[in-house]
């Protein structure tokens, strides 16, 4: 099973929640997949999507689920502590863990050498971490919104991309329907 | 005047309630009032672009944001500045300890210092400098000014401003 497939079992899930995308492929295919004024897409920056959601999620009361990649955890470390030592209970980070850089051409990183990141969500602290196959992605997602409690979630994968079309929306309407929906009922 | 306290109440006026900070020794006094400050959430990051990632997500969810941090981070910072911040058209007021200016003890700091002007004004990034304990007077327009035009915006504040980092 690949991202893709995850993210179209789980779109279900996802579609009434405050999602933000890592930047690259991963954005392309759940905007292709189920665009949704509640999606916050990376056009840009990465490494950023586990901290922005970090700060959206300790700023407002809704749920906010990032969807991340191990690449982008790996090149932005330094997150996990910043999330472990700021609990904010309406925070899931699904880290989908296909062992490569997906976006680049399917290099391979070191989360699927000899690194755990769920290991290392661990280590720094983060206490509620559930490492899950891919075909589990969609129970352990559901189960984390009802549990109420921050959770990280590594979800191992096979790597590879679907074929999607780049984002064309302007930046500042991504970010302004987002807020929109953010404020919203 | 106690510097540290004015910021953080100009802070405080101005709604500012989600504050990342990245230490230097300069923004020692200033991080410890807005650590105990009531009404403003600080959240320490371990990287100057994570800081930013975590001030943009807590602008999307309705709280005005800050970052403190020092100039050599503009090195780190900006891809982020430019994709994320002024992509997305953000607003973040940026209150830099410029270390490497007068009165710096350490000559590498100064290696960051002749490029911090240029690189900011390279990113068309509205920039000011306190050099004088009275220039932080202005900090309560630069506020305003910020969240007026969703830029990110930089206070870059020297050893002179804070008293003198060599003579602590």
């Known amino acids: ?185 | 005047m106690n510097i540290d306290k004015k910021i953080t109440d100009d802070l405080a006026a101005n709604d500012v309630s989600f504050v990342t900070t990245v230490p230097c020794k300069q923004l020692a006094g200033v991080i410890e009032e807005i650590d105990a400050h009531e009404d403003i959430f600080h959240i320490p990051s371990n990287k100057e672009d994570e800081g930013m990632g975590l001030c943009a997500g807590a602008w999307m969810g309705g709280k005005r944001p800050a970052i403190i941090m020092q100039n050599t981070a503009i090195g780190v910072a900006i891809n982020t500045l430019a994709t994320l911040i002024q992509y997305y058209r953000m607003p973040l007021p940026m209150l830099i300890s410029y270390r490497g200016e007068l009165r710096e003890p350490i000559a590498c700091q100064v290696e960051m210092a002749v490029h911090t002007k240029a690189l900011l004004a390279q990113l068309n990034i509205p920039t000011y400098h306190f050099h004088h304990q009275a220039d932080v007077e202005e900090l309560d327009a630069i506020l305003k000014y910020t969240f007026m035009c969703n830029k990110p915006v930089a206070i870059l504040t020297d050893a002179n401003f804070w008293g003198g980092y060599g003579d602590q």
């Open chain 1, 1 to 185: 099973m690949i991202r893709s497939e995850i993210l179209k079992e789980i779109a279900p899930i996802l579609r009434d929640q405050l999602v933000v995308c890592n930047i690259g492929i991963p954005s392309q295919e759940l905007h292709a997949i189920d665009d949704q004024p509640t999606n916050f897409y990376m056009l840009g920056t990465m490494g950023l999507a586990s901290s922005i959601g970090l700060g959206l999620a300790l700023s407002q009361p809704k749920p906010v689920i990032v969807i991340d990649g191990d690449g982008s955890i790996l090149t932005n470390l330094g997150t996990l502590p910043t999330i472990a030592n700021n609990v904010a209970d309406n925070y899931i980070l699904l880290i989908i863990d296909n062992g490569s850089y997906g976006s680049t051409g399917d290099q391979p990183t070191y989360a699927g050498q000899k690194t755990s990141l769920s290991k290392m969500a661990e280590a720094a602290g983060c206490d509620r971490v559930v490492e899950c196959q891919a075909e589990e992605t969609g129970r352990v997602l559901q189960e984390a919104l009802d549990a109420k409690q921050m959770t990280i979630i590594v979800s191992k994968c096979d790597s590879g991309n679907a074929k999607m079309p780049p984002i064309t929306m302007d930046p500042v309407v991504i970010r302004d329907r987002f807020m929109k929906a953010v404020q919203g009922a």
